[in-house]
């Protein structure tokens, strides 16, 4: 069975990251590799497979033979002016589309945008995939607009983008961040990551399916990160609240209307089963891609006590609640199906 990991990430070494971000405390890791820096802020590098040479090697102890390429949140560049934007935008483009290109058989690269300039995100959309040949799109669930408000990236304002995102047919990745400058509450507990992060992403899903978004633009095969763990649960309240107060709900369509939509899909790092199950009951299994989330200790990875990458859907599975058939699935077909338009396995092997 071959096994695609539609959800992971990859540092530059700290020699690669051009001297402007750390000058202008953008982003940076030390020489040491073992912090990464934005700012004041720090996280420690938790696992040598954050840089290329050892996530290959971790990538083949695991049995991983392709790994989706997700932007670093820290470089979606929220706030930060147009130029400075622009210049970092293209550095980690940049860096995936040579990664993709040194490594084809091993990893397809994301690439960024930053929807608060939008002509720049336009403009850069179409080099990212006419030039670097990159196919799949990754997207903040909210960015900051250029009159200070935090914006659902599915607003009315951002149709531009996902135009064009239709029109060469892409694969988007929507993935939360910044909940800490979103949410004025102390930072505790890891709560922004644990609980605000999640609701990030319902709040987009919510937005994305109320707009009807997915039959709007049928091309575009959208991901949600971390399962969408919230929205799954929260679809009965959403329901009610539309058919309850429908004055709210100017121009929208009713939240059930993309349940199991065959262009919606969802990650499977839900860290739990039970959860992966509603995931399953409520979007259906062939809407489920596998999702790791390495290496950051929220993804499944073996510094965390107990854990291992594919562990939720294991546990699923011997639970009863995943066919063998589906987990195949899972690991590859349906993460085919998501990158790329009208397209199954069997029609994929040179790369991917």
Same mark, same amino acid.
């Given at each position: 069975?071959?096994?695609?990991?539609?959800?992971?990430?990859?540092?530059?070494?700290?020699?690669?990251?051009?001297?402007?971000?750390?000058?202008?405390?953008?982003?940076?890791?030390?020489?040491?590799?073992?912090?990464?820096?934005?700012?004041?802020?720090?996280?420690?590098?938790?696992?040598?497979?954050?840089?290329?040479?050892?996530?290959?090697?971790?990538?083949?102890?695991?049995?991983?033979?392709?790994?989706?390429?997700?932007?670093?949140?820290?470089?979606?560049?929220?706030?930060?002016?147009?130029?400075?934007?622009?210049?970092?935008?293209?550095?980690?483009?940049?860096?995936?589309?040579?990664?993709?290109?040194?490594?084809?058989?091993?990893?397809?690269?994301?690439?960024v945008v930053q929807p608060?300039?939008?002509?720049?995100?336009?403009?850069?959309?179409?080099?990212?995939?006419?030039?670097?040949?990159?196919?799949?799109?990754?997207?903040?669930?909210?960015?900051?607009?250029?009159?200070?408000?935090?914006?659902?990236?599915?607003?009315?304002?951002?149709?531009?983008?996902?135009?064009?995102?239709d029109h060469y047919e892409?694969?988007?990745?929507?993935?939360?961040?910044?909940?800490?400058?979103?949410?004025?509450?102390?930072?505790?507990?890891?709560?922004?990551? /644990? *609980?605000?992060?999640?609701?990030? $992403?319902?709040?987009?899903?919510?937005?994305?399916?109320? &707009?009807? @978004?997915? #039959?709007?633009?049928?091309?575009?095969?959208?991901?949600?990160?971390?399962?969408?763990?919230?929205?799954?649960?929260?679809?009965?309240?959403?329901?009610?609240?539309?058919?309850?107060?429908?004055?709210?709900?100017?121009?929208?369509?009713?939240?059930?209307?993309?349940?199991?939509?065959?262009?919606?899909?969802?990650?499977?790092?839900?860290?739990?089963?039970?959860?992966?199950?509603? /995931? *399953?009951?409520?979007?259906?299994? $062939?809407?489920?891609?596998?999702?790791?989330?390495?290496? &950051?200790? @929220?993804? #499944?990875?073996?510094?965390?006590?107990?854990?291992?990458?594919?562990?939720?859907?294991?546990?699923?599975?011997?639970?009863?609640?995943?066919?063998?058939?589906?987990?195949?699935?899972?690991?590859?077909?349906?993460?085919?199906?998501?990158?790329?338009?009208?397209?199954?396995?069997?029609?994929?092997?040179?790369?991917?």
């Amino acid at each position: 069975m071959k096994r695609i990991n539609a959800h992971g990430h990859l540092l530059p070494y700290p020699e690669e990251i051009p001297a402007f971000m750390r000058e202008q405390r953008i982003f940076w890791v030390d020489s040491d590799r073992k912090i990464m820096r934005q700012g004041d802020w720090t996280r420690p590098v938790t696992d040598p497979s954050f840089f290329l040479e050892e996530k290959l090697e971790w990538m083949a102890t695991h049995r991983i033979d392709h790994t989706v390429l997700i932007t670093l949140s820290q470089l979606y560049c929220n706030g930060l002016p147009r130029v400075q934007t622009d210049d970092v935008v293209r550095f980690q483009n940049d860096y995936h589309a040579t990664v993709q290109e040194k490594h084809p058989h091993q990893f397809t690269g994301g690439f960024v945008v930053q929807p608060a300039y939008m002509e720049d995100a336009l403009r850069e959309c179409r080099r990212c995939v006419e030039d670097l040949k990159l196919k799949v799109l990754c997207l903040p669930t909210h960015f900051l607009d250029t009159a200070g408000e935090w914006t659902t990236v599915a607003h009315p304002d951002t149709e531009p983008l996902w135009e064009l995102a239709d029109h060469y047919e892409l694969a988007v990745e929507i993935h939360p961040y910044d909940a800490e400058k979103m949410v004025r509450l102390k930072d505790q507990f890891w709560r922004f990551h /644990l *609980i605000w992060m999640c609701a990030q $992403t319902a709040d987009a899903y919510h937005f994305y399916t109320l &707009y009807n @978004l997915p #039959e709007r633009y049928p091309g575009v095969r959208v991901c949600f990160a971390h399962g969408n763990q919230f929205g799954q649960m929260n679809t009965g309240r959403r329901r009610q609240g539309f058919e309850g107060r429908p004055d709210l709900f100017p121009e929208a369509v009713h939240p059930d209307r993309s349940l199991g939509a065959t262009n919606v899909f969802f990650d499977t790092l839900v860290h739990d089963p039970l959860s992966l199950r509603l /995931l *399953i009951e409520r979007q259906g299994a $062939t809407q489920i891609v596998a999702g790791l989330d390495d290496p &950051y200790p @929220l993804g #499944e990875m073996e510094t965390v006590p107990g854990c291992y990458p594919g562990k939720v859907i294991d546990e699923t599975s011997a639970a009863g609640w995943l066919t063998e058939a589906e987990v195949s699935n899972i690991w590859c077909d349906n993460v085919l199906k998501w990158l790329y338009p009208n397209q199954t396995g069997n029609n994929r092997t040179s790369s991917t």
